[in-house]
């Protein structure tokens, strides 16, 4: 086989210069303008699962008596290699040596990488400590929401007006009774509101019925001067009741 080799580098079949190329592990290296005389050349199929070269056939053109071929060639261990060994022809076809060479050394002005040194390592529970924090925030800030809706209502209750005194309520429909306004609603709502009065302060109030506590409140002294003057009213507009005079008829509801 070398033999052989030797003869067809002397007849210059090959179109192969004197130098070798050579390409590092798993870089492309590219064989251009290769003269085989004879039939169609193919790359033979891999019969092993990890072969030393990986050849691809790139581009064939015509030649007087033969082909020209370009080849793609990608080391996978180092050394030197014939890839007349990775090819096949028919019978009859010669395929001249083709060396090339497989290294591991970086060329000439290509920069090394630098060494990696010993760095200091990430500290652990960083996610753990990260959502710990924001699950106090998160409780914090529920818990100002909570005492804040809790303290508010008693500043409501603070600022908000005083219900009216009975004397208030009773004010207005009175007044609207002196002038002989009062409607039969607001006539009705008066007399609950003057019989709920007597019936909390007296017993013997409470246990009768709303007719049989008005005719007893006309006698009584306290209340009886708001009930004739309401009586009155309705059956007999007066000209003008003054403010002051309202104001003593209510002294009893104060």
């Known amino acids: ?9 002397l007849l210059g079949i090959t179109g192969l210069s004197a130098d ?11 064989i251009r ?66 060396p090339l060479e497989i290294t591991t050394v970086i060329p000439p002005g290509l920069v090394q990488p630098h060494k990696i040194g010993q760095g200091e390592l990430p500290k652990l529970g960083g996610y753990r400590r990260t959502m710990i924090t924001l699950g106090a925030i998160w409780t914090a800030g529920l818990v100002a929401i909570l005492l804040w809706r809790k303290k508010k209502p008693l500043g409501d209750q603070q600022d908000s007006k005083a219900p009216p ?18 409607s039969s609603d607001d006539r009705a709502k008066l007399e609950r509101l003057v019989i709920g009065h007597w019936r909390e302060k007296r017993p013997d109030i409470a246990i009768l019925t ?9 006698t009584d002294p306290a209340a009886s ?10 059956h007999a507009r007066e000209s003008k009741t003054s403010e002051a005079e309202i104001a003593k008829l209510l002294t009893p509801y104060q």
Do not use: C, H, N
């Open 1 to 9: 086989m070398r033999f052989r080799t030797a003869i067809l580098f």
């Open 20 to 30: 070798v190329p050579s390409q590092r592990v798993g870089l492309p290296l590219e």
């Open 33 to 98: 303008e290769i003269y085989i005389p004879g039939g169609g050349v193919t790359v033979k199929p891999r019969r092993d699962s990890k072969p030393p070269l990986s050849v691809r056939l790139l581009e064939v053109k015509p030649a007087k008596d033969g082909s020209r071929y370009d080849f793609e060639i990608q080391g996978l261990d180092p050394g030197t290699y014939d890839l007349a060994d990775f090819l096949e022809a028919p019978e009859g076809t010669t395929i001249p040596a083709i």
């Open 165 to 182: 005194t009975l004397s208030e309520r009773l004010r207005p429909l009175v007044a609207q009774a002196s002038e002989g306004k009062l």
């Open 210 to 218: 709303p007719a049989g506590a008005m005719a007893k409140l006309r």
């Open 225 to 234: 001067p708001l009930i004739l003057a309401l009586e009155r009213w309705l």
